[in-house]
Nanobody, 115 residues
Framework: QVQLVESGGGSVHAGGSLNLSCVASGSIRLIAAMAWYRQVPGKEREVVATITTAGSNYYLGSVRGRFTIVRDNAKNSVYLQMASLKPEDSATYYC?????????WGPGTQVTISS
């Protein structure tokens, strides 16, 4: 069973940038699609960005043009480059297989954006 560990979160001011990393304990090469998700307390987890093995991607409308998802199968890693951050981007960010989140959820990484 692949285990996922996210890192790179932090606290920044609006307009700032953060780069999140997700490292898997095993190969992600054959996982058709990986995604970054985020969740705030009291709300459902939402998909922020997805990327397939072919490199096709999808972005949540509110982050399109500001976030970039990158996948490196050789490093068993998925990254989320976040720029022009807004307070509404504040959440705990997770990575997992898409669309079912088939692997155990990692601890996530907290992102806090102050205005």
């Amino acid at each position: 069973q692949v285990q996922l560990v996210e890192s790179g979160g932090g606290s920044v001011h609006a307009g700032g940038s953060l780069n999140l990393s997700c490292v898997a304990s095993g190969s992600i090469r054959l996982i058709a699609a990986m995604a970054w998700y985020r969740q705030v307390p009291g709300k459902e987890r939402e998909v922020v960005a997805t990327i397939t093995t072919a490199g096709s991607n999808y972005y949540l409308g509110s982050v399109r043009g500001r976030f970039t998802i990158v996948r490196d199968n050789a490093k068993n890693s998925v990254y989320l480059q976040m720029a022009s951050l807004k307070p509404e981007d504040s959440a705990t960010y997770y990575c997992n297989e898409f669309p079912w989140g088939n692997y155990d959820w990692g601890p996530g990484t907290q992102v806090t954006i102050s205005s």
